[in-house]
């Protein structure tokens, strides 16, 4: 399906700009996007990938993962059957989750990858997506976030009279986003033009050392028990930061109503939660006997390796998402669309945002700040259009940075479970937000 929407979106792009004579805008927004893939996101993600990667090394040697991985064994056994239930790879995914819900978004990335890195180990298809993979693409494209913290600053720093106003309505339509992805890459894997090829016909046969699909994953290394003073150095870190968290919570005083006090909570927990991790992982694996320094820079290795692998998938897919909205593309859509729309009463003012937010998370918050500046801050459309903002995700971007890192070439359902989870994200802000504050 990639081939396809890539293709489109070339041609596309080039076609409309010869016809309405943006040509040079489409040529000037290829170079762009590909400077863009390389300098503002692959470069900078090296520094982010190699410092996580190396946190979670930390965490893997000292059983860390596994633990995680046992402890939410039932849950993640329905969302990922294909993976054993003591493999990193659940670890990693868990910690993904938590990162994002939590809007940590330069932890959530890297945690991601590995993730990737972690089920590409169970691909006996190299280069072609398994179901485990697309579940777990459609998971985050899904968004689950607890706080749209981007649009809350938005519409806070116009002066809004309750920017917290949209996190019980982009509460609801993630929840609508995530349920519609799960339930999309479920049903779409069952149909034959999804279906996993035989592992004898996988685009790329090449033999690597992976463990197979029915074999469980080697045991973690042993490490050394916790002695009574080293669980008591790991309950003082744990008591110090708990400290800093109620403190942060409480001090400032007592908030106007609940949706204040959630947001302080989620801001504490933002600001603590990567300070507390990357002390905690060092020092917990310290305790058990890892070699700490020695390890971390093991893992942090493959951070320059990841972010490297994934400049080309980069360069293909910000290319032509740039060359289609320089050529005026997603205007024309949504003017083609605006008197279908305007029939069941959705805002033709958010069409340009429904229709770029798959392709560009940078665009879409320019048009919500747009949004904001045409109709006030605690406008009904501009409160759909944060909740939109905090309830879907750049899905397209999301797909070449994940299957770019592990070199998946044929995404099979992952790419349309994704765009239904945005479909879905979108119509019920719009619904959601007209029952709310109407």
């Given at each position: 399906?990639?081939?396809?929407?890539?293709?489109?979106?070339?041609?596309?792009?080039?076609g409309l700009g010869?016809?309405?004579g943006?040509?040079p805008?489409?040529?000037?927004?290829?170079f762009?996007?590909?400077?863009?893939?390389?300098v503002?996101?692959a470069l900078p993600l090296?520094?982010?990938?190699?410092l996580?990667?190396?946190?979670?090394?930390?965490?893997?040697?000292?059983g860390?993962?596994?633990?995680?991985?046992?402890v939410l064994?039932p849950?993640?056994r329905?969302l990922f059957?294909?993976?054993p239930?003591?493999?990193?790879?659940?670890?990693?995914?868990?910690?993904n989750?938590?990162?994002?819900?939590?809007g940590?978004?330069?932890?959530?990335?890297?945690?991601?990858l590995?993730?990737?890195?972690?089920l590409?180990?169970?691909?006996?298809s190299?280069?072609?997506?398994?179901?485990?993979?697309?579940?777990?693409?459609?998971i985050?494209?899904g968004?689950?976030?607890?706080?749209?913290?981007?649009a809350?600053g938005?519409?806070?720093?116009?002066?809004a009279?309750?920017p917290?106003?949209?996190?019980?309505t982009s509460?609801?339509?993630?929840?609508?986003?995530?349920?519609?992805?799960?339930?999309?890459?479920?049903?779409?894997?069952?149909f034959?033009?999804?279906?996993l090829p035989?592992?004898?016909?996988?685009?790329?046969?090449a033999?690597?050392?992976?463990?197979?699909?029915?074999?469980?994953?080697?045991p973690?290394?042993?490490?050394?028990p916790?002695?009574?003073?080293?669980?008591?150095?790991?309950?003082?870190?744990?008591?110090f930061?708990?400290?800093?968290?109620?403190?942060?919570?409480?001090?400032p005083?007592?908030?106007l109503g609940?949706?204040?006090?959630?947001?302080?909570?989620?801001?504490?927990?933002?600001?603590l939660?990567v300070?507390f991790?990357?002390a905690?992982?060092?020092?917990?694996?310290?305790l058990?006997?890892v070699?700490?320094?020695?390890?971390?820079?093991?893992?942090?290795?493959?951070?320059f390796?990841?972010?490297?692998?994934?400049?080309?998938?980069?360069v293909a897919m910000?290319v032509?998402?740039?060359?289609?909205?320089s050529?005026?593309?997603?205007?024309?859509?949504?003017?083609?669309?605006k008197?279908?729309?305007?029939a069941v009463?959705f805002?033709?003012?958010?069409?340009?945002?429904?229709?770029?937010?798959?392709?560009?998370?940078?665009?879409?918050i320019?048009?919500?700040?747009?949004?904001?500046?045409?109709?006030?801050p605690?406008?009904?459309?501009?409160?759909?259009?944060?909740?939109?903002?905090?309830s879907?995700?750049?899905?397209?971007y999301?797909?070449a940075?994940y299957?770019?890192?592990?070199g998946i070439k044929r995404?099979?359902?992952?790419?349309?479970?994704?765009?239904?989870?945005?479909?879905?994200?979108?119509?019920?802000?719009?619904?959601i937000?007209r029952?709310?504050?109407?």
């Amino acid at each position: 399906m990639l081939n396809y929407i890539w293709l489109g979106l070339v041609l596309l792009g080039a076609g409309l700009g010869g016809v309405s004579g943006h040509l040079p805008a489409v040529g000037a927004a290829a170079f762009d996007a590909a400077k863009t893939a390389v300098v503002t996101i692959a470069l900078p993600l090296i520094g982010i990938t190699a410092l996580w990667l190396g946190a979670m090394r930390l965490a893997e040697k000292s059983g860390m993962i596994h633990g995680l991985a046992r402890v939410l064994r039932p849950p993640l056994r329905f969302l990922f059957p294909e993976v054993p239930a003591d493999h990193p790879a659940m670890g990693s995914m868990v910690m993904n989750m938590a990162a994002n819900m939590i809007g940590l978004t330069n932890a959530a990335t890297p945690l991601g990858l590995r993730a990737m890195t972690d089920l590409e180990q169970l691909n006996p298809s190299p280069g072609t997506a398994t179901n485990a993979m697309c579940t777990f693409l459609a998971i985050n494209t899904g968004s689950v976030q607890l706080l749209p913290t981007t649009a809350i600053g938005i519409m806070a720093a116009a002066g809004a009279l309750n920017p917290t106003a949209i996190v019980g309505t982009s509460l609801l339509a993630t929840f609508c986003s995530q349920v519609t992805g799960i339930t999309a890459v479920k049903l779409l894997q069952r149909f034959p033009v999804f279906r996993l090829p035989p592992p004898a016909q996988a685009p790329d046969p090449a033999p690597r050392p992976a463990a197979p699909v029915a074999e469980a994953p080697a045991p973690p290394p042993p490490t050394a028990p916790l002695s009574a003073w080293a669980l008591l150095a790991v309950l003082a870190l744990v008591a110090f930061f708990a400290w800093l968290f109620f403190r942060a919570v409480l001090l400032p005083g007592a908030p106007l109503g609940a949706a204040a006090w959630f947001q302080r909570i989620m801001g504490a927990l933002s600001v603590l939660a990567v300070p507390f991790l990357l002390a905690f992982f060092p020092l917990y694996a310290a305790l058990r006997g890892v070699r700490v320094y020695e390890e971390f820079v093991e893992g942090a290795k493959q951070g320059f390796e990841v972010a490297i692998r994934i400049i080309p998938f980069l360069v293909a897919m910000l290319v032509a998402v740039g060359m289609f909205r320089s050529a005026g593309g997603v205007d024309l859509l949504a003017r083609a669309l605006k008197p279908v729309l305007d029939a069941v009463h959705f805002p033709p003012e958010l069409l340009p945002m429904a229709f770029t937010r798959p392709l560009s998370g940078s665009a879409t918050i320019a048009l919500f700040a747009d949004l904001v500046k045409t109709f006030g801050p605690d406008h009904l459309i501009t409160r759909m259009g944060g909740t939109i903002l905090g309830s879907t995700e750049t899905t397209l971007y999301v797909v070449a940075v994940y299957f770019g890192a592990v070199g998946i070439k044929r995404a099979r359902h992952a790419v349309l479970a994704g765009l239904l989870a945005d479909l879905a994200g979108i119509i019920a802000s719009v619904l959601i937000c007209r029952l709310v504050f109407s």
